[in-house]
Nanobody, 113 residues
Framework: QVQLVESGGGLVQAGGSLRLSCAASRSLFSSTIMAWYRQAPGKQRELVARIFTDGSTNYAASVKGRFTISRDNAQYTVYLQMNNLKPEDTAVYYC???????WGQGTQVTVSS
C-alpha cells in the first residue's frame, strides 16, 4: 500500500519561499520516479516537477527557475523548494509516483499579493 504524506504548506506573501516535504512508503520510493503536482481552485491538476532515480529533474515552464525538486532516498522523502512565489502558485500541492499516480491529502499553499 503506497502511502504519501505531504507537509510544509502555508500562507506566504508574494516573493516568499516555502519548502514542501512528502514522506513516502519505503516499498515505493527508491526505484520510482517521483513528482509534485498541484491543483488550483476550478482547474485541473497539473504536473509541476519530476525527479528521476538518477537525480535528474524537469519542471513545468511556469515554475522553472523558481522551484527545485529533490529527494532523500535514505529518508524516503521528496522535497519541493519554492522560491519567489507568486499568487498564481496558490494551489493544493500533491506528491505522487510518476506516471502511475497515487494521491495523499495534499498540502495547501496560498500566496497573497
Amino acid at each position: 500500500q503506497v502511502q504519501l504524506v505531504e507537509s510544509g504548506g502555508g500562507l506566504v506573501q508574494a516573493g516568499g519561499s516555502l519548502r514542501l516535504s512528502c514522506a513516502a512508503s519505503r516499498s515505493l520510493f527508491s526505484s520510482t520516479i517521483m513528482a509534485w503536482y498541484r491543483q488550483a481552485p476550478g482547474k485541473q491538476r497539473e504536473l509541476v516537477a519530476r525527479i528521476f532515480t538518477d537525480g535528474s529533474t524537469n519542471y513545468a515552464a511556469s515554475v522553472k527557475g523558481r522551484f527545485t525538486i529533490s529527494r532523500d532516498n535514505a529518508q524516503y522523502t521528496v522535497y519541493l523548494q519554492m522560491n519567489n512565489l507568486k499568487p498564481e502558485d496558490t494551489a493544493v500541492y500533491y506528491c505522487s509516483p510518476w506516471p502511475n499516480t497515487r494521491w495523499g491529502q495534499g498540502t495547501q499553499v496560498t500566496v497573497s499579493s
